[in-house]
């Protein structure tokens, strides 16, 4: 006895013999039926019938030998393949033959599919591939400390070799310091992005040098400043080197000290910060002598500024090493009470980690993907409605097919087929789209300095997400239509034969559904749109507490010039002399932070005189360290005391000014002036209060702040910031900025000089681009929708046109007509509405964290939006209604 | 388009009328087959006798039937069907399957008339 299987592949042998010798079985098997055919036909006449009547009676009792050929087929050949073939023949010829439609179907297909590609290219590069070009990417996590308060630090140099000599369910373990560092020679120097890394760093990605090696042997140890050694990235060696395998033992200059170049990484290598691409590596072991700072920065526990990835061992998972980690820090936190007490650390996915952009773009990140998904939906509901009014055009097409004996499932292929080619194109035209917007991520950024940008993911997966969605959409959009074409009654429709009648119900309610969803879809897009304008609105006009406006900041690089702090605070000193001459100046001054910066500035352990801090009381305040003049240009107001002075310097006992949210919190009975504060190793006199202002972001809680000298403090290492407020045109205070500092040393560029206000704006780019990424894409919703309705509506006009006659020959008003039709488009706006605003209530309960100081269902953008849908949906429906109301009853009536 | 509401051949029954009808017979071409069912089943089955090309074609993938060109009674050439070694072993093993779910099917009814009784 035959199995089922055995069976089944006897039929596929066969089909495989059939398909290589196809030609000659068609015309055997014709031959046989013709004989039978001709042998019945003979019978039939032998009793009694006429020639005419027996050949029919015969095709009669034979049956369609059309049909048969094609089981035949079937049988013998994979028909599939001849059938796909002639299907898309066919299709191609329909959309060809219907420019019209095609063009809007492709069109709006681009535009949904061009804007989930794009979007999803961003997540791609940014969370999903965090690591390009390292090996075994997914076992790589970030390695984070957390304070006492559980908020995330960066890490100090000695607990990264605590931590790494100690975790044994960690195979490798990396710091990864992000840097500019100035590289070139006396002539001039370029500014390259660079990660100062373990020796080990390329172990833990898993790459291999393109040439050369990477670092090995002595250079992995941690002998401070010692070697001297670099790795360059591949488009760094093509265009400084060529390509040539020279570039090997080539000599450069980084911050003014020779550096030999030992490798060149691969080309598919851009670092270890998603989205990022870094050009140089050195040792981190060399940080000292880069930021001429000595060894101390690499010696201190409480000096914790590094990025550390690590490597997971075989098996261990996430969860084993974070507990084993958990432990490490646990007992570190003891042994080392004096700077670790209270804190922890923990292990993350790369794409979840806090350190870089990844962290600020998660958001934003997901709820496009999430708005481009209903801009997506909308376009589906719109092609399906395109699909089944174009199915009621072919129902005469679709009804002789099946007269003449194709199967309904023949016609569900032919018009999936038609789909298809259609979200094939809408797929090239939006990967166009996509393509063209390739290295539009950088909208998601704050224009501030950083390393280059890796261009879009464009490659594999977006390719195959794309075919994804195409499709999805096309199984989407086409079922429906492609099952109600099936359902066609033949013979009443070749019984209507030429009369235009109304389509069935059963059309008219998928449809009406469908305009309904895409109504509710897009009131939905549009609130959660109008609440992210309005949420940006609020966060806008938060005050900051100080005055940006008038004033122009720029940024300067000391470290990567190599200076130290008495160079430094020269540098600083002239630079201001030289300001100030400059005409329209009012005030300049320097400080080593600019506000609402997104970065989280810095902070000290600070021990109040007179306060005794709670058990796990978080004493890491952050600071600001500003030179004389700093309040008065910022036009922070000074509550009590006095401001720093040129005589507040190193030769004088250290001062401090803090904030009133400073004062009360820690000094809240009085007696604040000439009260001490302990930190950075000495004792600090207040000598003033100042009035709080933001320091991180506008939408930040009032914290406890303090301002030092920054002579008494500043290292090079730090960042430094001119401010310059003048009473003429800023861009010509920055213009000053950059020929002055140019003219007072040419190896400190001035960089990211910039308005204040601009600065500003630079906090609020989220929430900025989120606003206004949304609007488009509600823009988009909308204008889809507002088509699909009025399509909708001008296609019952159109069938109606008949019954519009009659009325109106009746006696029916012209207005009446026109009532009618507005009714109607009227039901489906409403009905939408309804929907939508329901939709929106809820998405207002996933996104209501992200809105800022307002409610998730502002009655004012709820009921703006439902009433400007339902305004637009009555124009769309007044425009074809006019037309109803114009019909000439004699012209209707003879329409047919 | 043609009433479908009638008396059909049930899907896969053809295959195995035809084989019995070979079995019985001896080698037949289609037209011989079709007039033997025809005659057989005295007009209770409506037979599209195309249809009986498609089963032959299956039955052939199969190797339960061979075909060979012969010439018929009419002295018209035509191709002979007949039943193979592993057709006779198929025909038993299907023939018993059907007596079984016939004698099933029966039963069933016989049931179901009892209870209105």
Redesign the interface.
């Known amino acids: ?2 199995t089922r299987r055995e ?1 089944r592949l ?2 596929f042998a ?1 089909k495989v013999r059939g398909f290589l010798c196809g030609r000659r079985r068609d015309g055997e ?1 014709d031959d ?2 013709q ?2 055919l001709q ?2 036909a003979e019978k039939f006449a032998a009793q009694g019938m006429s020639r005419e009547d027996a050949t029919a009676a015969a095709r009669r ?5 059309t049909l ?1 050929q094609e ?2 087929r079937g ?2 050949t994979f028909s599939s393949v001849e059938a796909l073939w002639r299907d898309l023949r066919f299709g191609l010829r329909t959309l060809r033959k219907n420019p019209g439609f095609t063009a809007i179907a492709v069109l709006t297909l681009a535009l949904g599919i061009g804007a989930n590609t794009t979007i999803f290219s961003w997540i791609h590069s940014v969370l999903l591939n965090s690591l390009p070009g390292a090996g075994q990417p997914e076992r790589v996590v970030e390695l984070e400390s957390l304070a006492p308060s559980g908020e995330w630090v960066p890490t100090s140099y000695l607990d990264f070799r605590d931590f790494r000599d100690h975790l044994k369910l960690v195979e490798s373990m990396s710091v990864a310091q992000p840097m500019a560092l100035a590289v070139g020679n006396d002539v001039g120097v370029e500014r390259v992005w660079s990660e100062t890394v373990s020796g080990n760093f390329f172990d833990v990605l898993r790459v291999k040098p393109e040439i050369g090696r990477f670092f090995s042997g002595v250079e992995r140890d941690d002998a401070q400043n010692a070697h001297a050694v670099a790795v360059i990235s591949h488009s760094f060696w093509h265009s400084h080197y060529n390509e040539s395998a020279s570039a090997i033992g080539a000599i450069l200059r980084v911050n003014r000290t020779p550096y030999t170049v030992i490798g060149v990484a691969p080309k598919g290598f851009h670092g270890s910060m998603a989205g990022l691409s870094f050009d140089l590596w050195v040792p981190a072991t060399m940080y000292g002598q880069l930021t001429s700072t000595g060894t101390w920065m690499l010696k201190d526990r409480k000096n914790r500024m590094f990025r550390v990835l690590a490597r997971l061992a075989p098996g261990a998972t996430v969860e084993q090493a974070r507990s084993e980690l958990a432990s490490v820090a646990g007992f570190m936190a003891k042994a080392d009470a004096d700077t670790n007490q209270g804190m922890s650390a923990t292990l993350l996915p790369v794409w979840k980690a806090h350190y870089g952009i990844q962290g600020s773009l998660l958001a934003p990140l997901t709820i496009l993907f999430g708005a481009s998904g209903v801009v997506l939906l909308i376009v589906c509901a719109n092609i399906a409605n395109l699909l089944l009014v174009r199915s009621a055009d072919r129902r005469k097409e679709f009804s002789i097919r ?2 003449l004996g194709a199967s309904p499932m023949r016609l569900v292929r032919q018009l999936s087929t038609e789909v298809l080619m259609l979200a094939t194109l809408g797929s090239v035209a939006g990967l166009l789209i996509a393509g063209w917007l390739g290295g539009s991520l950088r909208w998601l950024l704050p224009l501030t300095e950083a390393p280059q940008l890796q261009s879009g993911a464009q490659g594999g997966s977006v390719l195959v997400f794309t075919a994804g969605l195409a499709v999805a959409v096309a199984a989407l959009a086409g079922i429906g239509p492609a099952l109600h074409a099936t359902r066609n009654n ?2 009443e429709t070749l019984k209507e034969s030429g009369r235009s009648g109304t389509s069935g119900t059963q059309s008219n309610r998928l449809r009406s559904l469908l305009v309904t969803s895409e109504v509710a879809l897009a009131v939905t897009a549009l609130i959660g749109a109008g609440l992210f304008v309005k949420s940006f609105y609020r966060v806008k006009s938060i005050q900051p507490g100080f005055e940006p406006n008038q004033v122009a900041i720029a940024k300067f690089n000391l470290s990567a010039a190599n200076v130290d702090a008495q160079q430094a605070d020269a540098f600083c000193r002239q630079l201001r002399e030289r300001l100030e001459r400059q005409p329209g100046v009012t005030a300049v001054t320097y400080a080593d932070y600019v506000p609402l910066s997104l970065g989280e500035g810095s902070w000290e352990d600070l021990q109040v005189e007179g306060y005794v801090p709670g058990p796990s009381e978080n004493m890491k305040i952050y600071r600001n360290l500003v030179a004389p003049g700093y309040f008065e240009l910022m036009k922070i107001p000074l509550i009590e005391g006095r401001d720093f002075t040129m005589q507040d310097d190193s030769s004088h006992p250290p001062v401090m000014i803090v904030t009133t949210e400073f004062v009360r919190r820690f000094i809240p009975h009085g007696g604040v002036l000439n009260r001490r504060v302990f930190g950075w190793g000495q004792w600090f006199t207040i000598v003033g209060v100042v009035q709080d202002s933001k320091i991180h972001r506008l939408t930040e809680n009032t914290r406890p702040y303090f301002y030092v000298p920054i002579r008494q403090i500043y290292r090079p290492e730090m960042g430094l910031a001119f401010y310059l407020r003048t009473l003429g045109s800023v861009s010509e205070a920055m213009q000053s900025i950059r020929r002055e500092s140019q003219g007072l040393d040419g190896m400190v560029p001035a960089t990211g000089v910039m308005p204040l206000n601009e600065w500003i704006a630079g906090s609020l780019f989220g929430q900025r681009i989120a606003a206004s990424l949304l609007s488009v894409l509600a823009a988009i919703a909308f204008v889809l929708a507002s088509i699909g309705l009025y399509g909708m509506v001008a296609y019952t006009v159109a069938q109606r046109t008949q019954e519009f006659g009659i009325r109106l020959s009746l006696g029916a008003q012209p207005r009446e007509v026109l009532g009618l039709i507005v009714k109607q488009g009227l039901r489906f706006a409403l009905a939408g509405t309804a929907v939508g605003v329901a939709l929106a209530v809820l998405l207002g309960r996933v996104l209501g964290s992200f809105l800022v100081n307002m409610s998730a269902t502002d009655p004012l953008i709820f009921t703006g939006a439902a009433v400007f849908v339902i305004l637009l949906a009555l124009v769309a429906a007044a425009i074809p209604a006019r037309k109803a109301m114009r019909v000439d009853p004699i012209v209707a009536l003879r329409y047919e | ?1 043609m009433d479908t509401k009638k008396s059909e051949v049930l899907q896969g029954t053809l295959d195995l009328m035809i084989l019995k009808t070979l079995h019985a017979l001896g080698p037949l071409h ?2 011989g087959i ?1 007039r033997r069912i025809e005659q057989v089943s005295r007009d209770v089955l409506q037979l ?4 009986v ?2 089963s032959l ?2 039955l052939q ?3 339960w039937i061979a075909a060979a060109w012969g010439t018929s009674e ?1 002295n ?1 050439k ?2 002979f069907y007949s039943i193979t070694k ?1 057709g006779e ?2 025909l038993q ?1 299907e023939a018993e399957n059907w007596e079984r779910i016939a004698d099933v099917i029966s039963r069933v009814l016989k049931l179901e008339a009892e209870r209105e009784s």
């Open positions: 006895m035959s069976s006897r039929a066969a098997f046989e039926m004989e039978h042998l019945l009792q034979f049956g369609n030998t048969l089981d035949r049988l013998q099946v007269a033949v013979s | 388009m289609g037209f079709a599209n006798e195309g249809t090309y498609t074609l299956r993938q199969q190797g009419h018209r035509a191709k592993r072993k198929q093993v």
